[in-house]
């Protein structure tokens, strides 16, 4: 695990925490148990992360706001690829149903930092779900497939390997430019 004393090296990271918390892809628990780890392994750990591990019997709110401290009003768009990570995990853990999956999917659309392709498959996903949800055209079990082989390809990011994050956007890549989006769906 990198340095992770100073909460301005990974901003990136708390912003996606903060996001995933924020939209229910993570839990209370699932952040203390990070802070935990940070506090446990690091030789002098930043106070903000004890802060949070201190911050158990608090509500989600509160967990929120000392995570917008950490961020020092630092204007930091999250990094989907790892929300994205979360969404799959929620939906295929059946904590999110499509229909809250792909409500989901579209609001980070507007949260995080998506290239062009990617951004083409969410709107390319809420579109399908809407015309299937109302019998207008396609139908919902090929939008849960296409939802399904687009979120796997985030299945690497993890709450604990923010180290890894660089090298999984490389496989990313290239695990979208052979995606055949379009015959999915």
């Known amino acids: 695990m990198p340095n992770m004393t100073d909460p301005k090296k990974i901003l990136p990271l708390i912003k996606f925490i903060s996001s995933a918390?924020?939209?229910?892809?993570?839990?209370?628990?699932?952040?203390?148990?990070?802070?935990?780890?940070?506090?446990t392994e690091e030789d002098a750990p930043d106070i903000s992360f004890i802060d949070l591990l201190l911050s158990n019997a608090k509500d989600t709110i509160f967990i929120l706001s000392l995570l917008d401290d950490m961020m020092a009003?630092?204007?930091i768009k999250a990094a989907g690829r790892p929300i994205?990570?979360?969404l799959n995990k929620s939906f295929n853990e059946g904590r999110f149903d499509l229909a809250k999956t792909v409500k989901t999917l579209y609001r980070l659309k507007f949260h995080g930092n998506f290239n062009d392709q990617e951004v083409y498959c969410i709107i390319e996903l809420d579109h399908k779900y809407y015309l299937a949800n109302h019998n207008l055209h396609g139908s919902i079990d090929n939008v849960s497939k296409a939802l399904t082989a687009f979120l796997n390809i985030y299945g690497g990011?993890?709450?604990?390997?923010?180290?890894?994050?660089?090298n999984l956007d490389k496989?990313?890549?290239t695990k979208l430019q052979l995606l055949d989006f379009d015959s999915l769906i």
């Open 21 to 39: 918390l924020e939209l229910g892809l993570l839990t209370k628990d699932e952040v203390i148990d990070w802070a935990d780890k940070i506090v």
């Open 73 to 75: 009003f630092e204007n």
């Open 84 to 86: 994205l990570a979360q």
């Open 157 to 166: 990011y993890s709450l604990f390997n923010y180290d890894e994050w660089v």
């Open 171 to 173: 496989e990313v890549d």
